[in-house]
């Protein structure tokens, strides 16, 4: 299952937020708890949307959305949790659901009652609720291979590409065009580790 507070599978009882710790696991998630969920499993289906337990059958969740309803797995889905709101306040760092259904990180800089208002990296900002965000447990660091990284592509903008191989600070990446290049680290901008990215 994944971890309420920062959204990333616990193994062997450890999440990037616990910090040693062992995470205090509560594996039944009650029917009529809020949920982000994803749909499925696959290279095309990155997705995730909300929704509210509405039944169990064995190790499955079912979950109701406006118009439908999904069997998810427990590490499907990160459940609306109180420990987690209490950490939700001005100046968290977050990854926040987007109207496209990918998470991206932000940070909130408002609140009304219960609703939180996310500035993401890029500019856009929304209000929305704290199931629809997780806590930011680790921020980016030095690229590794397989990272997804920004940086310019030969044809001049600023383009997502994953990172091949590393000599020092230079970083050998391959843009989804295909396109392959080697670049100095100062031409990289990193994304902190994105926990809906694995697994
Ligand atoms: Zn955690």
């Not at 995470?23 to 290279?43: D, S």
């Not at 856009?124 to 592509?153: C, F, I, Y």
């Not at 989804?176 to 902190?192: K, L, N, S």
Request: proline share 8%; charged share 30%; hydrophobic share 35%.
């Amino acid at each position: 299952m994944r971890c309420v507070k920062c959204g990333w599978i616990i193994e062997d009882n450890r999440c990037p937020c616990s910090k040693g710790r062992e995470n205090a696991l509560k594996p039944l998630v009650p029917i009529g708890t809020r949920v982000a969920f994803r749909y499925g499993r696959g290279p095309s289906m990155p997705f995730w949307s909300t929704g509210e337990v509405a039944g169990l059958q064995g190790r499955l969740y079912q979950i109701k959305t406006r118009n439908d309803a999904f069997w998810c797995e427990l590490d499907d889905l990160v459940p609306e949790s109180a420990d987690r709101d209490d950490l939700l306040r001005e100046g968290t760092r977050v990854w926040a659901l987007w109207i496209d259904g990918r998470w991206f990180p932000g940070i909130i800089d408002a609140e009304e009652g219960r609703i939180r208002h996310v500035v993401w990296d890029d500019g856009d900002a929304m209000w929305l609720e704290p199931h629809q965000m997780v806590v930011m447990a680790t921020e980016s660091g030095v690229p590794k291979e397989g990272n997804v990284v920004l940086t310019r592509h030969p044809d001049g903008d600023m383009q997502p590409a994953r990172v091949e191989a590393r000599e020092g600070m230079r970083f050998r990446v391959i843009f989804r065009d295909g396109e392959e290049q080697w670049v100095p680290g100062d031409d990289i901008t990193t994304f902190p580790p994105n926990p809906f990215d694995h697994a």
